[in-house]
Every structure is written in structure tokens, then in C-alpha cells.
């Protein structure tokens, strides 16, 4: 309500300085006048007393009846004419008296105006920018600051950006209720499905050892799978509940390539697949190595299994100012084009997938490297093959 009344006093300001203006100067005019006419009367007494002196006793008796008449009695009068006399001749300067209380007037009214609009715009942009930070501090998360509420032409908007932040918070709670739901709900199955995986390694373990004859192959890779999807939706859950435990630390990319190299050695020689690893000096990113490891050896998997045999998967790495990045790709055929969208979704397989892999990989290396502050692309090289770049950045 102050915050009102402030506002309309600001309103009426000009308006006030105006008619307080116009009065002032209507005073100091009409004085102006009255000592004006005055001094013409005094002074045309003056030069017939002198040039007359025997008319004086008949001058102030005219002098006299002239101050007894009323404007109406005076208003119109046109004696002087006849003799060739106009109002043109008389009073000569007071036009610029007039025009000096004008511009008085005029430049009163404007500055008074430009002040006020001048105060409520610097009103105006306070809370705009009051209310700009604090949808920022809202954004960044900073939900504890109260904004100052004031009775003016923002409180509508105030009003609006108070319930609509707090149905985000609501929502954004409510989505993160659901999303440790889901992640515990993942985990649970990846628990329960690790018992009998156990189970099912030990019966075919006794069953290799009890008769060897007997094939097993068709069952021991089933299980494999299943014990390898198993860990992969155990990863997945933590991952969405926000409890990957990760050791940051100085990570160099050419030890990352070369460890994640070796481990899939045994896969890179079936396949007869080489992998080619430059050495660009050191180049760090601030990761967990074990883990970054781990995403890069599903991004080389996925070039192993899409390369030609005896083909290679080329790696390539460097930095600048803002981000350190990789590149992993093969000579294989590339990307369906309308795959290359949807390659990081959960269980999605392409056109062109090959193998038996679940369409886990790919998302699970880029949730670790958006961890550590970087992400995954994809794209499809001009000379042929899939290429993968990875940055991860500075800050």
C-alpha cells in the first residue's frame, strides 16, 4: 500500500509542480501588470503636469474617477482610436516579461515531469533486475532466498513467479523422488538376478567338470550376457541415483586408451583388430581413471565390432584452453544417419548393430564421462566409418 501511494505521489508531481507553477507565475504576471499600468498612467500624468501645469487639479480629478472604474466599465474602450492610436504603440517590452514567465512555466512543467519519470524508471529497473536475480538464483539453485514483496505494478508478475517456482521445486522433487524409485527399483532387479546368474555359473562350472564331453558353450555365453547386463544395470542405478563413486583425480589420456586397449586384447584378436594409440605427450583430464577406462573401452568395442577384419580403430587426443578431447573411430561402414540421434539411449540398437550386445554401452560411457564434466558425440567421418569424440572440460 505505501509502495502505491509513493507511486501516485510520483504521478502527481508534475502535475502539482505545474499548477503550482502556473499559479506563482499568474501572481508575479498580474503584479507585473498592475506596476506597469501604473507607471504608464504616473508617467503620462507626469508629462501633462509639466507641459500644463494649470490642468494638474482637473488631471487628478481625472486620475481619480479613472481609479474608481471597474473592468467592465474600462473593458472595450476604444477613445484613442479616432485619433490614430492603437495598442500596438503602448506598453512596448512587457511581451517579453510574458515570454520570460512562459518559458518559467514551460520548463518548469518539463523538468519536474522528467524527474519523476526519471525516478520511476530507475524504480522500474531496480526490480526488474530484483526480480531477473532472482530467478537466477533460482535457476542455480538457491532456493532460500526470499524476494522483498512491495504493492506495485510488478506484484502481479511477482505473484506469478512465486507459484510458478514453486510448482517447479514441487515438480523437480517429485521427479527426483521418482528417479531414486526407478534407480532403486533397477537395482533390485540387478540384485535379484545376480543370484541365480551365481547359481546358474556354478551348476555349469560342476556340469564342465562332472562331463566334459558335453557342450556348454550354448549356455556358459547366455550367462555371460546375462552376468554382464546384470553389472551393467547395477552401474545404471547407481549412476541414477547419484551414488557412482568416482576418484578424481589427474587422468592421461594415453594411458586411459592404452589400459582400455588391453583389456579387450583377447576380443581385438579374434576380430584380428589392431588398435593405433599416438603419443601426444601428456594431455590430463580431472577424472576417475578406472571408470574412464571403462567408457572407452565400449566406445572401442562398438568400432571392434562394426571394423572390417584385419581393420584398425584409430585414436586421437588433444587439448585447448577450454576442454581436453578425444577421438575414437573405425573403417567400418558408419552410422545408419538416422541412428546417430538415438545411439546414447538405453537399449537402443541401430540398423547396423552387430554382435549381441544390448544397446547398453554406449549410454552407460557417455553417463560417466557427463560425470566428469564432458560428454559424447557422434558422426559419421566423409572417408567412411564411425567416429566418436569425447570432450571433457576445463571447468
Known amino acids: 500500500m505505501i509502495e502505491r501511494i509513493k507511486q501516485k505521489s510520483v504521478i502527481l508531481l508534475p502535475v502539482l509542480v505545474s499548477v503550482t507553477t502556473i499559479a506563482l507565475v499568474s501572481v508575479f504576471w498580474i503584479q507585473q501588470y498592475r506596476q506597469v499600468a501604473y507607471e504608464h498612467i ?19 480629478s481625472a486620475v481619480k474617477e479613472y481609479y474608481t472604474l471597474t473592468e467592465q466599465e474600462v473593458d472595450g474602450n476604444q477613445y484613442l482610436a479616432q485619433y490614430g492610436y492603437t495598442s500596438d ?10 515570454l520570460v514567465c512562459s518559458l518559467i512555466l514551460f520548463f518548469g512543467t518539463v523538468c519536474s515531469f522528467l524527474l519523476s519519470m526519471g525516478y520511476l524508471n530507475r524504480r522500474k529497473q531496480k526490480r526488474i533486475v530484483e526480480l531477473t536475480d532472482y530467478l537466477e538464483q533460482v535457476n542455480m539453485g538457491n532456493s532460500g532466498r526470499i524476494i522483498q514483496r512491495l504493492e506495485d505494478e510488478f506484484s502481479g508478475l511477482q505473484d506469478e513467479m512465486d507459484k510458478t517456482v514453486t510448482e517447479l521445486y514441487e515438480t523437480r522433487e517429485s521427479a527426483i523422488k521418482d528417479k531414486i524409485n526407478f534407480a532403486d527399483n533397477l537395482a533390485n532387479i540387478a540384485h535379484q538376478l545376480k543370484t541365480p546368474i551365481t547359481a546358474a555359473f ?3 562350472q560342476l556340469m564342465e567338470k562332472a562331463m566334459p564331453e558335453i557342450h556348454t558353450e550354448t549356455i556358459k555365453k547366455p550367462l555371460e550376457r546375462l552376468n554382464h547386463l546384470e553389472e551393467s544395470l547395477l552401474t545404471l542405478s547407481k549412476i541414477d541415483a547419484g551414488i557412482l563413486h568416482l576418484e578424481y583425480s589427474p587422468v592421461d589420456i594415453y594411458t586411459a586408451l592404452n589400459l582400455a586397449a588391453e583389456n579387450l586384447s583377447d576380443l581385438l584378436k579374434q576380430k584380428n583388430v589392431t588398435v593405433e594409440i599416438p603419443d601426444k605427450g601428456c594431455i590430463e583430464i580431472i577424472g576417475d581413471l578406472e571408470w574412464s577406462m571403462e567408457a572407452l573401452m565400449n566406445l572401442m568395442k562398438n568400432c571392434m565390432e562394426h571394423s572390417p577384419t584385419a581393420g584398425t580403430i584409430h585414436c586421437d587426443y588433444g587439448s585447448n584452453p577450454l576442454y581436453a578431447e578425444i577421438f575414437i573411430w573405425d573403417e567400418g561402414d558408419g552410422f545408419a544417419p538416422e541412428d546417430i540421434p538415438h545411439l546414447f539411449q538405453r537399449f537402443y540398437r541401430g540398423k547396423r548393430s552387430v554382435g549381441d550386445g544390448m544397446g547398453i554401452g554406449l549410454s552407460l560411457a557417455q553417463s560417466i564421462f557427463e560425470l566428469q564434466n564432458g560428454n559424447i558425440t557422434a558422426r559419421n567421418l566423409p572417408s567412411g566409418g564411425a567416429c566418436f569424440e569425447i570432450r571433457v572440460y576445463s571447468h
Open 42 to 60: 504616473s508617467q503620462f500624468c507626469e508629462i501633462i503636469g509639466e507641459n500644463y501645469p494649470e490642468t494638474e487639479e482637473q488631471m487628478l
Open 89 to 98: 504603440g503602448f506598453c512596448n517590452g512587457m511581451e517579453w516579461n510574458l
Open 202 to 204: 556354478l551348476s555349469l
